[in-house]
């Protein structure tokens, strides 16, 4: 069965340093991976997919997401963590046996701290 | 930027009681989805609709629920006989068309049943 694992509840992080939420998945055949943030009392928005191409995606708001095959790995990256960045960041694979649902991650709280 | 929008932002009823949770997915998006989210869980899926049908649906989706596109704009999840258990936080979804895989979520609506 495929999968999405966040194995981070909660990353605390100084404004102004890098920041990495973790992602891991298992699926059968090629990953579509992708990440949503949830701001508080706010729907899930969009960050950042990949599909095929380039390992390293670039999303919105300065977000960033390196696909790693071996490692069955999507972590999400910032160079420089903004307080505002503070949200629930959720990842997803898509099921590709089943037609393009979304499986998710548990959620990450990222809390970015001045 | 055209978003999705749903209605009401919360609705509270009685267990038994059988509600109606309204979305207006993007104008020209052609794939429509549910997602539900209890408190502290992971977002799952509940449905997908396209052509005006259910194209899948998770275990989740019982014979308490059904779906509806009463006319162009507007995408319905219903409720028959409310339980406590179905107390969570409802997200409409849509995308294009088969050949994008990002899925827009709308601000969600929470369910409390009493």
């Known amino acids: 069965a495929q999968s999405v694992a966040q194995p981070e509840d909660q990353v605390n992080v100084a404004e102004g340093n890098p920041l990495t939420v973790k992602c891991t998945y298992s699926?059968?055949?090629?990953?579509?991976l992708f990440w949503y943030v949830q701001y508080p009392n706010r729907g899930l928005q969009f960050l950042l997919k990949?599909?095929?191409?380039d390992n390293l995606v670039k999303g919105s708001y300065g977000f960033e997401a390196e696909f790693n095959k071996s490692q069955t790995s999507f972590h999400l990256k910032k160079p420089s963590a903004l307080v505002s960045d503070s949200a629930l960041y959720f990842c997803?694979?898509?099921?590709?046996?089943?037609?393009?649902?979304?499986?998710w991650g548990a959620g990450t709280k990222l809390i970015i701290k001045p | 930027e055209p978003e999705v929008t749903q209605t009401p932002s919360h609705q509270v009823t009685q267990m038994g009681q059988e509600v109606i949770l309204r979305c207006v997915p993007i104008?020209?998006?052609?794939?429509f989805y549910w997602y539900r989210q209890i408190l502290g869980q992971k977002v799952e899926f509940l449905v997908s609709f396209y052509n005006n049908e259910i194209s899948e649906k998770s275990e989740i989706f019982d014979d308490q629920f059904s779906v509806e596109r009463p006319d162009g704009s507007n995408f319905t999840l219903k409720i028959r006989s409310t339980k406590l258990e179905d107390s969570a936080m409802y997200f409409c979804a849509s995308k294009e068309d088969p050949s994008t895989d990002t899925q827009y979520f709308g601000p969600g609506t929470r369910l409390t049943v009493l």
């Open positions: 104008s020209n998006h052609l794939y």
């Open positions: 699926v059968s055949g090629n990953p579509y």
């Open positions: 997803a694979v898509r099921d590709i046996e089943s037609n393009y649902q979304l499986i």
């Open positions: 990949y599909i095929t191409g």
